[in-house]
């Protein structure tokens, strides 16, 4: 799933989502649900839920949702504002209070260079200079 937060609807989404259905006169007759399903259609609930996924997701921006709901559905521009309305804080801003928080990213501080304070050497010196032995070592013939 890349990068994107898992969204956590709450157990009760579907039915929330079947009463905006039918507050805004969305239901289907059972008839003309199943022929939906049989032809491999969508049901109104089916769309919904589609579009709000997509919208918690990011897919489709909140400002938009009101022109998606009135394209996808065929609906009037006023159903499509108060159905975008009753989604928003009926169902979205549920599921946006239960995203998981994102882990802060936090620089560890770099640990500061400790130099002792030695006159520097310049660059004859530095290549005059005896090598020093190394007592952790030993001398390999």
Same mark, same amino acid.
């Given at each position: @799933?890349?990068?994107?937060?898992?969204?956590?609807?709450?157990?009760? $989404?579907? !039915?929330? +989502?079947?009463?905006?259905?039918?507050?805004?006169?969305?239901?289907? !007759?059972?008839?003309?649900?199943?022929?939906?399903? #049989?032809?491999?259609? &969508? $049901?109104?609930? #089916?769309?919904?839920?589609?579009?709000?996924?997509?919208?918690?997701?990011?897919? +489709?921006?909140?400002?938009?949702?009101?022109? *998606?709901?009135? @394209?996808?559905?065929?609906? $009037?521009?006023?159903?499509? @504002?108060?159905?975008?309305?009753?989604?928003?804080?009926?169902?979205?801003?549920?599921?946006?209070?239960?995203?998981?928080?994102?882990?802060?990213? *936090?620089? &560890?501080?770099?640990?500061?260079?400790?130099?002792?304070?030695?006159?520097?050497?310049?660059?004859?010196?530095?290549? !005059?200079?005896?090598?020093?032995?190394?007592?952790?070592?030993?001398?390999?013939?």
């Amino acid at each position: @799933m890349s990068n994107k937060q898992k969204i956590i609807f709450p157990e009760n $989404t579907s !039915s929330i +989502i079947s009463s905006i259905v039918k507050k805004h006169g969305l239901e289907e !007759s059972d008839e003309d649900f199943l022929k939906k399903i #049989g032809k491999g259609e &969508k $049901t109104a609930g #089916g769309i919904i839920a589609s579009i709000v996924k997509k919208t918690a997701e990011g897919e +489709i921006n909140k400002k938009n949702l009101p022109g *998606t709901l009135k @394209m996808s559905l065929k609906i $009037t521009q006023k159903k499509a @504002m108060d159905l975008a309305k009753d989604i928003n804080s009926q169902v979205l801003a549920l599921a946006e209070k239960r995203l998981p928080p994102q882990p802060k990213k *936090t620089q &560890k501080p770099k640990a500061p260079l400790i130099i002792e304070n030695q006159p520097k050497k310049t660059k004859k010196e530095e290549l !005059s200079s005896p090598i020093k032995e190394d007592n952790y070592r030993e001398l390999v013939e």
